[in-house]
């Protein structure tokens, strides 16, 4: 019994409000699905990634982004109006630790075929990498090739990786602030043997919304103990750059990738996109012409805490 002092926060959660919160989640999260399942969908039809027939192998490594393209694709090829098959693939590196059984016993509960491929390359690269430096390059290299072998012996047509928004957007950083190119992750390509067509379904998705569609799934997720593990990666540095922008002004990631997909070549500085050698006046308006001198567009940088309204 309530005592005469007690204020409704003081109460016990009742079974209605159990109930409240239970349809509040399940509301929430049906809303979470329709938009990573519109995400994806836009991703694929905007860059032609599935076609009928195609037999795409779903490169799974146990985190939550692959998690994620799979359980995204799976519900697609549902409701898709092409049909095409997927084959989900890991590649156990023989990790310290690795937990062999999860992956297999998870698959088999989806009921969808699937293919372990083992290769102690995590020995290599701990052998061949000194102490203290970066293992990503190497064992991505490694992966990658014994992945496109893989897909050749599967008779896959597509090969699908988990990278997301937030992935393309930091190896844009990347090459910008160390490599020097203005260059990011391509949502559709051909693998470097030529022999493959890698897709990137997930392009259009914010890590946030595979975090959350994780924890509502639960998915079993299997810790890196090779990248995952090394502090003050590039790219970590890049990630957090990104989430600190983010969170300070709401919408700028998606400005970032609306803008890798308005390329205006004749105002950028590449003497191979652009013929700046024979550029003479024509006497006729030039759409783009000098409206670089032009005022900035874009809204000034609002105090900490604020939001700014970003246009598309």
């Known amino acids: 019994m309530l005592s005469p002092h007690a204020t409704p926060a003081d109460a016990a959660p009742t079974d209605a409000d ?16 329709k938009r990573l399942c519109r995400e994806v969908g836009r991703a ?14 779903v490169c799974l490594s146990g985190g939550k982004d692959s998690y994620g393209l799979l359980d995204i694709l799976l519900k697609l090829q549902a409701r898709a ?39 102690d390359t995590y020995s ?9 430096k970066t293992l990503c390059s190497l064992c991505s290299r490694l992966r990658r090739g014994i992945l496109y072998r893989v897909a050749s012996e599967l008779g896959a047509t597509r090969i699908a990786l988990g990278h997301h928004r937030d992935d393309i957007l930091a190896t844009l950083l990347l090459n910008m602030f160390f ?22 379904p997930l392009a259009y998705v914010a890590e946030r919304d595979l975090i959350r569609w994780a924890e509502h799934r639960r998915f079993p997720i299997i810790p890196c103990t ?64 000098d409206r670089a001198f032009d005022a900035d567009p874009w809204p000034e940088a609002a105090p900490a805490g604020e939001q700014v309204v970003h246009f598309r």
């Not at 159990?18 to 699905?33: N, S």
């Not at 694929?44 to 192998?57: H, L, N, T």
């Open 18 to 33: 159990a109930e409240r919160a239970r349809k509040r989640a399940a509301f929430e999260a049906h809303k979470l699905e």
């Open 44 to 57: 694929i039809v905007d860059y032609s990634m599935i076609g009928e027939g195609d037999r795409v192998m």
């Open 81 to 119: 109006p092409v049909r095409f098959e997927l084959i989900a693939v890991n590649l156990d590196q023989k990790q310290p630790g690795f937990p062999a059984e999860v992956l297999p016993n998870y698959l088999r509960g989806l009921g969808i075929p699937f293919h372990i491929e083992t290769q």
């Open 124 to 132: 290599i690269v701990k052998e061949k990498v000194p102490e203290g």
């Open 179 to 200: 490599g020097g190119k203005l260059k990011a992750m391509p949502p559709k390509l051909v693998s470097d043997d030529g022999r493959h067509v890698v897709i990137r």
């Open 226 to 289: 090779l990248c995952g593990s090394q502090e003050n990666l590039q790219r970590a540095q890049a990630v957090a750059l990104l989430r600190e922008w983010e969170r300070k002004h709401p919408g700028r990631l998606d400005n970032m990738l609306h803008a890798l997909q308005h390329i205006v070549p004749s105002h950028l500085m590449d003497t191979r996109l652009h013929d700046f050698a024979h550029i003479e006046a024509t006497g006729r308006p030039d759409p783009e012409g």
